[in-house]
């Protein structure tokens, strides 16, 4: 259970780690002050009666030196006109009462005692008269020569000293409690406006964040504490989430690489796929298309000589296959020379409409450009080829522009790229052709070749409404 006080919540913590211990000091200085105060009203009260009988002896002494009695009556009532006084008595020297006034009278013996202390001069104590608690102020009364003739008692009851006492107590007590509470009120008010209630919404951030929402961040306000621990709190979110860029970010590359090293083994494997096809399946299949050839001059029949031609046509086509993974799986290893654009982008328009396909050359300004005139020569038939087929009837356009680099731009009016393919455009296999009419390398070799000039290749819609392929080319030193 103490553990549990002093472990539960900060308001709990704070009442009784803070405000008990502040109470309870509180306390133990009432106490200490109550007790002075105490002793302070008891010794003021006695003095009271002291005064009252002082007030009172020299009356009595006159008058019990002249054996005045009734003039000692009046002195001895005239003391009960002050509230104080709870019994006046008057002895002789014998100890026989004179004359009393009050509810109950001492002994003899009692009073005897008393005449026995008067020696030493007046004194005070407290006693017992008749099972009444009393506190008695003695004063020895002397006759004209100075000799010891009687005894003065004044009285008032302990209890009214106590009810004095009692009174201070509760009163003093009844404060204290009453500042009690209003400390322990105030005290729990602040604490709810200074940190409850910061603290709650800090902890309702936490609890949004916890819940999902990675973007929320805490409201700054409050105490310089809260202020801190909130913007401490925002200070770790946005590490997280830094954090958490980053580590997605290096995912990214590491998946990147994968891919690039996927890419370069898939090379690598098609480099020692396309030796081992052209080695295994090169003869074979000259060998087939040389006999359907003589076949085809010996046979008469039109249904024979048809299938001989398609025999001889698939034949050329695996053999164009079998070039293209040679194509693709092996670098360029020509002599790199400089190249007049104009000259080679022309010999590609000539080559393509040798195989009946018509495109539009607009020629731009003159450029050159370093590389390989074979390879570069393919890049832009494959290009020129596949616009041609997604647009039989043309327009298919080729042209160029120059700047700083060279922009070498084919387009043509077809159907464009399905969206679905672009990001993977250029990867192996991929093609947009019905099986059978493409083995999805093309675009894949003109990649190749492009990047092995320190070029790149851009797809875009084209505003004919097909595809726009643009090569950029680095440009020939001296040629800007």
């Known amino acids: 259970m103490p553990y549990q006080l002093l472990s539960g919540n900060l308001r709990r913590v704070l009442l009784v780690r803070v405000a008990l211990p502040v109470l309870v000091i509180l306390a133990i200085i009432l106490s200490a002050g109550q007790m002075l105060v105490s002793h302070f009203i008891e010794e003021r009260m006695q003095r009271d009666l002291q005064l009252v009988a002082r007030a009172v002896y020299l009356p009595i002494s006159q008058a019990m030196a002249r054996n005045d009695l009734e003039q000692m009556q009046n002195n001895m009532a005239s003391l009960f006109g002050i509230t104080e006084v709870y019994g006046a008595y008057l002895f002789d020297a014998d100890g026989n009462p004179v004359i009393s006034f009050g509810v109950v009278n001492p002994t003899q013996a009692q009073a005897e005692d008393a005449l026995l202390k008067t020696l030493s001069g007046e004194f005070d104590q407290y006693e017992r008269i008749r099972g009444r608690d009393v506190y008695s102020f003695f004063m020895p009364m002397f006759d004209e020569f100075g000799q010891p003739n009687g005894l003065l008692q004044v009285t008032r009851r302990h209890s009214d000293i106590d009810q004095q006492l009692r009174r201070l107590a509760y009163g003093s007590w009844g404060g204290f409690l009453l500042t009690s509470l209003l400390i322990l009120g105030i005290l729990v008010l602040t604490h709810q406006r200074a940190i409850g209630r910061p603290l709650d919404r800090i902890l309702r ?259 004919l409404g097909g595809a726009r392929f643009e090569l950029i080319f680095p440009l020939e030193k001296g040629e800007l």
């Open 205 to 463: 951030s936490i609890q949004r964040v916890e819940a999902g929402e990675h973007h929320h961040r805490a409201f700054e306000d409050g105490p310089s504490e809260m202020r801190k621990l909130a913007s401490g709190l925002n200070g770790m979110l946005d590490a997280i989430q830094q954090a958490e860029a980053r580590e997605e970010q290096q995912r990214l590359e590491r998946e990147m690489i994968a891919e690039r090293l996927r890419q370069t083994e898939t090379l690598a494997a098609l480099g020692q796929l396309s030796a081992g096809v052209a080695h295994e399946l090169g003869a074979p299949l000259s060998v087939v298309d040389g006999r359907a050839s003589r076949l085809q001059r010996r046979l008469t029949e039109t249904k024979d000589l048809d299938e001989l031609q398609d025999i001889r046509h698939q034949t050329a086509r695996m053999t164009s296959i079998i070039q293209q993974l040679l194509s693709y799986g092996r670098s360029s290893r020509a002599k790199i020379r400089q190249l007049d654009l104009y000259a080679l982008v022309a010999r590609a328009q000539s080559l393509i409409e040798g195989e009946g396909f018509h495109v539009e050359l607009i020629p731009g300004n003159k450029a050159m450009l370093q590389g390989d005139s074979l390879s570069l020569e393919q890049a832009i038939i494959n290009l020129l080829r596949n616009a041609c087929q997604a647009c039989p009837e043309g327009p298919v356009k080729i042209h160029w522009s120059v700047d700083d680099k060279i922009h070498l731009i084919i387009e043509d009016g077809g159907a464009g790229i399905d969206a679905s393919i672009k990001e993977q455009l250029f990867e192996p296999f991929v093609t947009t052709k019905i099986p059978g009419q493409g083995s999805g390398l093309g675009l894949a070799i003109v990649k190749r070749i492009v990047e092995e000039h320190q070029g790149r290749i851009e797809v875009q819609q084209s505003e």
